[in-house]
């Protein structure tokens, strides 16, 4: 899904998102702008009440904050420069337990620059972007966010911290992590992931996800030859 957001200050709720939010707790985005690119994470679909406000790249591109509500002060900031005016740059937020965090890419949980835990916390039922008078947002923001991840079979389930193909529990002759990983976080199943380069990560293995097969290549020539 693609947005464009020119010169006002009001949120628009991205319905096609609201069913995998709910259960994942969390959201991945694209944007392009010189600044002010606005998320609000609502229990209500408004942004009234019980809402967080994440602010990426105001004050002209110098300043990113957690907010408890709309123009509330800041729970917590981060001042550098995460914006673009030229490029799209990625993002992910995520809300589990009352912990929102905010990172750069895809990989929940990798590049994060801010994070703040709220002690009395609501649901996140509903996302909705915008930007500020004065300035203008793209944003890409995929529908089905689990496309760009599949399951590879590898788990440490066996032994922790020896990963091992499953259900053969051969140890890997070939790994391809993305940096941090697989040490990184105390997830036990493997996953190949879009959005990082094909580059690998971990997850709960309880998680729904795509899958990559196995093909047998000798089982597979003998049965074309044998018709």
Known sequence: MELNIT???????????????????????????????????????????????????????????????????????????????????????????????????????????????????????????????????????PTDPLRGLFWLGGTDLYHDGEWQWFPEAEYFGYSNWLSGYPGKFRQHCSLISVYAGFKWITDSCMESRNFVCEIDKHRETVSSILG
């Open 7 to 141: 010169n006002e200050y009001i949120y628009h709720y991205i319905e096609d998102l609201n069913a995998y939010i709910r259960q994942y707790n969390h959201v991945i985005f694209d944007v392009k702008a010189c600044n002010d690119a606005h998320v609000i994470l609502s229990e209500q679909h408004s942004d009234v009440n019980n809402s967080y406000e994440i602010v990426i790249g105001g004050w002209g591109n110098t300043k990113s904050v957690i907010r408890t509500c709309k123009q509330c002060q800041p729970r917590t900031s981060f001042i550098g420069n995460p914006l673009s005016c030229d490029s799209f740059k990625s993002f992910w937020i995520s809300w589990e337990n009352g912990a929102i965090r905010v990172g750069r890419g895809h990989i929940i949980g990798h590049g994060e620059f801010m994070k703040w835990t709220d002690p009395s916390s609501h649901l996140v039922n509903y996302v909705g972007i915008s930007t500020w008078p004065g300035s203008s947002t793209e944003w890409k923001i």
